[in-house]
């Protein structure tokens, strides 16, 4: 079970915006410049729009649960990074919202919802760009 690409740009942009939130917790202050925000989330939505144009438009399964076409297309620790970066990543990014924390918690909280954002669309295809590249060869 070999990673495409496209996953390993997933790997890397979940990497990078892992860094940002976690310093941006421990220290309190942004890492990156404000502009970079911007640019996190657009490396999230610029993977997910390639897995959609490689997959032309979207997928159907067969009947199969996600489940089971993830372990048959990752390996366990992308499946544990896919999952973590996925739901995480809306975690974060919904609850920096709801919170208030944007508000009040300055350039820093802003960044982590933003990179929770990136991280999680990055996390998708991660995850779907495997079953994605099933399903185009059973085609």
Not at 9 to 24: L, N, Q, R, S
Not at 80 to 93: E, N, S, T
């Amino acid at each position: 079970m070999k990673l495409l690409p496209l996953q390993w740009a997933a790997v890397v942009v979940i990497v990078i915006d892992a860094i940002v939130v976690v310093t941006g917790a421990v220290t309190g202050a942004a890492l990156l410049a404000a502009q970079a925000n911007l640019v996190l989330v657009l490396a999230g939505v610029a993977l997910l729009v390639m897995l959609l144009v490689q997959t032309g438009g979207g997928f159907s399964v067969d009947g199969s649960s996600a489940l089971r076409l993830l372990r048959e297309t990752l390996p366990k620790w992308a499946i544990a990074l896919a999952a973590v970066a996925f739901y995480g990543g809306w975690l974060i990014a919904v609850l920096g919202l709801v919170t208030g924390s944007v508000e009040t918690g300055g350039e820093a909280a802003i960044q982590r919802v933003w990179a929770g954002f990136s991280v999680a669309f990055a996390g998708a295809v991660l995850g779907f760009a495997g079953i994605a590249r099933r399903i185009k060869k059973t085609d």
